[in-house]
């Protein structure tokens, strides 16, 4: 069983950035393709972006059409991270962003993903 502990969120203005943060523990995260959601009140949760792991190939990724261009995905398979870097931040990416793992396929489906932490508040101010 994997463990994920997100942290960085925070309040900032808009056109500000953060930078969140993974820690994942119990298995290396080079196993696992890892994603990050969000979720606004009375929202349901949205897939922000993905991360396939290391292949002798390249690494994938994918965006939510929201937050093309302005987030990055990124992961650091020796210090068994995940990062998501935010910039260009706006009212409406004020959320709670979770941390995902996938044993199986890289997706943009929630329900692809297996664990999950706990998640770190984002807030955006106008």
């Known amino acids: 069983q994997v463990q994920l502990v997100e942290s960085g969120g925070g309040l900032v203005q808009a056109g500000g950035s953060l930078t969140l943060s993974c820690a994942v523990s119990?298995?290396?995260?080079?196993?696992?393709?890892m994603g990050w959601f969000r979720q606004a009140p009375g929202k349901e949760r949205e897939f922000v972006a993905a991360i396939s792991f290391l292949t002798f190939a390249s690494t994938r990724t994918y965006y939510g059409d929201s937050v093309k261009g302005r987030f990055t995905i990124s992961r650091d398979n020796a210090k068994n991270m995940v990062y998501l870097q935010m910039n260009s931040l706006k009212p409406e990416d004020t959320a709670v962003y979770y941390c995902a793992a996938a044993g199986g396929e890289l997706s943009t489906r929630r329900t692809a993903y297996d664990s999950w932490g706990q998640g770190t508040q984002v807030t955006v101010s106008s």
């Open positions: 119990g298995r290396p995260v080079s196993s696992y393709n």
